[in-house]
Nanobody, 124 residues
Framework: QVHLVESGGGMVQAGDSLRLSCAAS????????MGWFRRAPGKEREFVAS????????NYADSMEGRFRISRVNANKTVYLQMNNLKPEDTAIYYC?????????????????WGQGTQVTVTV
């Protein structure tokens, strides 16, 4: 069983950057894909980015590619999400999760062991 804890959220202005962290404990995640999702106020949770176990392969939602970067340090059991040029529409609770089911790298149903989330608020 994997336990995930997200951190690094906060309130920033449009154009600023934040780096989110997802620390894992319990089972080894070194051989598992990981992902970030977010839930904006009044909306469904949506895919943000995912990364293979080695870090060699990544996937991004179209609206975030070029601004966000997912990475991982397996020795530290941590996955990161670097977010640059933040926009007010990026305001959401950001969650990390383990890719555990099926073959999709973007579908919420392929991920489990969700963390509690970290709030990101971007003001104009």
């Amino acid at each position: 069983q994997v336990h995930l804890v997200e951190s690094g959220g906060g309130m920033v202005q449009a154009g600023d950057s934040l780096r989110l962290s997802c620390a894992a404990s319990g089972d080894d995640i070194s051989y598992l894909g990981m992902g970030w999702f977010r839930r904006a106020p009044g909306k469904e949770r949506e895919f943000v980015a995912s990364i293979s176990w080695s870090g060699d392969s990544t996937n991004y939602a179209d609206s975030m590619e070029g601004r966000f970067r997912i990475s991982r340090v397996n020795a530290n059991k941590t996955v990161y999400l670097q977010m640059n040029n933040l926009k007010p529409e990026d305001t959401a609770i950001y969650y990390c999760a383990v890719r555990q089911y099926g073959d999709s790298w973007v579908s919420e149903s392929a991920f489990g062991s969700w963390g509690q989330g970290t709030q990101v608020t971007v003001t104009v």
